[in-house]
């Protein structure tokens, strides 16, 4: 039986400041609390009274990491208040920019954060300078994928980070078709050591199993991050403009976030890459399918380390459907699309490298923000980051707390948890009463 308080500060290998209080009492947790610490940065309010044509740019500064992600949703959410329709052309380069997103974000998280979880050490700074050691290896494979997926943000959307070649009704300035010759032949060449990756964390036998709900879009023509309902568990399936009556806000009084479950059962759920395949495994480019097969078979999975295995998998999704695009698409010399403004509503949802995010803008018929909204992925796996933990400690208390913390922080970054883009996030205070 523990006793004594734990206090455990600036864990490393995450994304932003929260942190995690335990109390237990007669060998059971009496109360768990998983603490987001800096959320709040209020920029949905002051985007208000600003023209809906810089609110994108404006909102992708909410996170320097995804900021590809909040940009696309933001445009998505303003055209459908305008009623912008864009060309087939301007949906195929937006989808050829996520999969560069998708690629640099993974391998970020898998390699950098994960990674040393797999090989048993504090670090990547931990990885002997051997060429032939696997850890070194593994490590730089990931500068390779995620140099590439920065490569084609680049090319296609003008940066990586906070692009300015995007823009509601299509692009300011459209790619350059000559680089993407250059781009298949790296992205074939990253090929087997992404497949090396997924390898690793398919290998990696780490387990976590809670009976999850699970939420992500579907789009039965394509495994698409962008276009698609939303799906659960349940299965209901819910139109993007339904999202937000479809969920209720949960207030945490201690968490600087809301926590979100299903309004109709009031349960938690998980969303993210884990979500995504196991819903749309079937969906995956076939080229992909294959390659795969074998490490496949273990979703639809409850294992929540299997986000990180769903994580490697949706790198060589995109992989190879940027491999087609760049193969097959002819730019025309299109300009943006645009209309007189209206009073509107609109909603974007799309799929962020953690799972679901919502933009909602109200405009006025002079084109001003009067109202926006934005859930992102981590507040709404919050409550169920929580009941993971619970699972976890009532099952494990007869473990010593250094190794107890240990698993608590694997158990966080298998969720890829976004708070801000910071390195330090978790302090552990262990009460026992």
């Excluded at 380069?93 to 974000?105: E, H, V």
């Excluded at 059962?265 to 992909?288: P, Q």
């Excluded at 859930?375 to 980051?385: A, D, K, W």
Aim: a negative charge; charged letters at 30%.
């Amino acid at each position: 039986m523990h006793s004594g308080n734990i206090t455990i500060e600036n864990i490393t290998k995450i994304e932003g400041n929260a942190g995690l209080s335990v109390e237990v009492e007669n060998g059971k947790v009496k109360s768990l609390k998983f603490m987001i610490k800096d959320y709040r940065r209020f920029y949905t309010e002051a985007v208000k009274g600003k023209p809906f044509l810089s609110a994108p740019s404006f909102l992708s500064r909410i996170c320097g990491t995804c900021s590809v992600a909040h940009l696309f949703a933001s445009i998505e959410a303003v055209e459908r208040s305008q009623g912008i329709e864009v060309t087939e052309q301007t949906k195929i380069l937006r989808k050829l920019a996520y999969d560069g997103l998708m690629i640099r974000d993974h391998a970020l998280h898998l390699y950098f954060f994960v990674l040393p979880d797999v090989l048993g050490i504090d670090s990547i700074l931990d990885i002997p300078e051997d060429h032939d050691n696997p850890g070194h290896i593994l490590l730089h494979d990931s500068f390779d994928i995620k140099r590439v997926g920065s490569e084609i943000t680049d090319v296609v959307i003008g940066a990586a980070i906070h692009a300015p070649f995007p823009v509601a009704g299509g692009f300011l300035k459209l790619p350059d078709t000559s680089k993407f010759p250059e781009l298949i032949e790296k992205l074939e060449k990253i090929r087997p050591q992404v497949l090396r990756g997924i390898k690793t964390f398919f290998d990696w036998k780490a387990e976590l199993i809670r009976n999850s709900d699970y939420m992500a879009l579907r789009n039965d023509k394509n495994f698409d991050f962008i276009d698609g309902m939303i799906v659960n568990s349940t299965g209901l399936k819910v139109e993007e403009e339904q999202f937000h009556d479809f969920l209720r806000a949960v207030v945490i009084p201690y968490s600087q976030a809301e926590g979100y479950v299903f309004s109709e059962v009031y349960e938690d759920y998980l969303v993210g890459s884990l979500a995504r395949i196991n819903f749309n495994k079937d969906l995956l480019k076939e080229r992909t399918k294959k390659d795969v097969e074998e490490y496949l078979k273990v979703f639809p999975s409850n294992n929540v380390y299997h986000n990180n295995l769903a994580q490697a998998i949706e790198i060589l999704q995109c992989v190879d459907e940027a491999i087609d695009i760049l193969k097959t698409l002819k730019i025309n010399n299109e300009k943006f699309v645009r209309k007189p403004s209206v009073a509107g509503r609109g909603v974007g949802v799309i799929e962020a490298p953690r799972g679901i995010l919502y933009h909602m803008a109200e405009t006025n018929d002079k084109g001003i923000i009067t109202d926006y909204d934005v859930i992102v992925p981590t507040s709404q796996n919050q409550i169920n980051i929580e009941n993971d933990l619970k699972k976890y400690f009532n099952e494990n208390l007869d473990k010593d707390k250094e190794q107890l913390r240990l698993d608590a922080e694997k158990i966080i970054r298998a969720y890829d948890p976004c708070m801000s883009c910071a390195t330090n996030f978790l302090k552990l205070e262990w009460k026992e009463l």
